[in-house]
């Protein structure tokens, strides 16, 4: 918060003019696997009987990572509210790994952000297909002058399409 800038003629050094105090942001990302690590200060809501649990296997990085398993007409969603800048936007990168258990069943996976105490939501990402494994990194980013911070954060997951499950790490 103390930079400024300053202006100086090249002729008359004696003549100069200068900004008044600001402050450099560095930018701002965010991993959300990163929420599943232990010790995190990140935490994580999950709902319906079809809920996202928290597992030591299969993790992209560290210990942890979130884990769904779903079939037929199947839905849950993990939702976590992030401490962010207030302004500026943030980059949200997340890693997917989708394993279905048969070629004609897709999994629907949402990545979805929402202002604080909004009722309306921004997809981030979105995800259909057949999937035989295999990690997968992603990035979106979010514009924070657009919504009120601090911004939830949701994964959203159901079967789209088929009749056999699905699981998304």
């Known amino acids: 918060s103390d930079y400024k800038i300053k202006i100086t003629s090249t002729s008359n050094t004696s003549v100069f003019d200068e900004s008044q105090n600001f402050t450099i942001n560095s930018p701002y990302t965010f991993y959300l696997n990163d929420g599943f690590e232990d010790n995190s200060s990140v935490t994580w809501v999950t709902r319906d009987l079809y809920s996202w649990q928290i597992t030591d296997s299969k993790a992209y990085t560290g210990n942890k990572s979130a884990f769904s398993k779903i079939s037929g007409s199947q839905t849950s969603f993990i939702k976590t509210k992030l401490t962010t800048p207030g302004n500026g936007s943030v980059q949200l ?53 657009a919504i009120s911070t601090p911004p939830t954060f949701y994964y959203y997951n159901s079967i789209s399409s088929g009749s056999g499950e699905c699981e998304i790490y």
């Not at 989708?98 to 949402?110: A, V």
């Not at 604080?116 to 999937?131: D, G, I, K, Q």
């Open 93 to 145: 990168a997340y890693y997917i790994n989708i394993q279905c258990s048969d070629s004609n069943t897709n999994m629907l996976l949402l990545v979805h952000v929402e202002g604080n105490n909004s009722s309306t939501s921004t997809e981030l990402f979105r995800y259909s297909t057949p999937s035989s494994g295999g990690w997968i990194n992603y990035k979106s980013t979010v514009n924070l002058n």
